[in-house]
């Protein structure tokens, strides 16, 4: 194995520890916090039910033939 070949395996190598480091600290981040996440409620407390908003509404118009 030439020296490049070997350098070369060693910074993939680094690279793929880095991101294992990374995505664990954001686990461990997340987990750590201690807040629980909340659902949005809609200003008027509705909590169900079908509404015809503006985006639904844009996508019957678009979706018309």
């Known amino acids: 194995m030439s020296k490049t070949e070997k350098s070369e395996k060693l910074a993939r190598r680094d690279f793929l ?17 201690g807040k629980t996440a909340e659902a ?19 996508f019957y118009e678009l979706s018309r033939f």
Request: charged share 25%; glycine share 14%; no cysteine.
């Open 17 to 33: 520890k880095g991101v294992g480091v990374a995505g664990a600290a954001g686990v461990a981040t997340t987990a750590l916090t």
């Open 40 to 58: 949005a409620l809609p200003e008027d407390r509705k909590v169900s039910g079908y509404r015809e908003t503006e985006h639904v509404m844009k």
